[in-house]
């Protein structure tokens, strides 16, 4: 019996976006982010960096890649479910419009939602890699 053929991989273009097919396989992973400085009003510690790559190919559905470097930023979030994939860090939800505070442990493996317009504080001990899909 002959072994199996790979199967095909999605791959991020020149221009940020990993374009995905039914039936491919993306490691988000090793895929590579092309990062920038979080806005200064945002980032707490200095230096801190994001990088995003959606997913293109997957009709109505706003989902892909995100990363941030070790740092603190702030944020006002969009309804969204996560999976870490690598990184460690800290989510703070801040008590305001609605939402009660708590704080959230982030580590490879863990799943998270947030909700619209949740005021967040993201403190990145070792650089944090998630998959997102906006809900």
Same mark, same amino acid.
């Given at each position: 019996?002959?072994?199996?053929?790979?199967?095909?991989?999605?791959?991020?273009? @020149?221009?940020?976006?990993?374009?995905?097919?039914?039936?491919?396989?993306?490691?988000? !992973?090793?895929?590579?982010?092309?990062? @920038?400085?979080?806005?200064?009003?945002?980032?707490? &510690?200095?230096?801190?960096?994001?990088?995003?790559?959606? +997913?293109?190919?997957?009709?109505?559905?706003?989902?892909?890649?995100?990363?941030?470097?070790?740092? &603190?930023?702030?944020?006002?979030?969009?309804?969204?479910? +996560?999976?870490?994939?690598?990184?460690?860090?800290?989510?703070?939800?801040?008590?305001?419009?609605? +939402?009660?505070?708590?704080? !959230?442990?982030?580590?490879?493996?863990?799943?998270?939602?947030? !909700?619209?317009?949740?005021?967040?504080?993201?403190?990145?001990?070792?650089?944090?890699?998630?998959?997102?899909?906006?809900?």
């Amino acid at each position: 019996m002959s072994p199996e053929p790979p199967l095909p991989t999605a791959t991020a273009a @020149a221009d940020a976006v990993a374009r995905l097919e039914v039936g491919e396989v993306l490691d988000a !992973a090793s895929l590579s982010l092309p990062h @920038a400085a979080v806005a200064p009003e945002q980032d707490r &510690t200095g230096g801190t960096t994001t990088a995003t790559v959606p +997913f293109d190919g997957v009709d109505g559905l706003d989902a892909g890649v995100w990363e941030m470097s070790a740092g &603190t930023m702030t944020d006002v979030e969009a309804d969204e479910l +996560f999976v870490v994939l690598a990184g460690r860090a800290t989510v703070e939800i801040l008590p305001a419009h609605g +939402f009660a505070a708590a704080v !959230a442990e982030l580590r490879p493996g863990s799943v998270m939602r947030l !909700a619209a317009g949740m005021h967040t504080v993201w403190t990145v001990t070792e650089p944090l890699r998630k998959v997102y899909v906006s809900l």
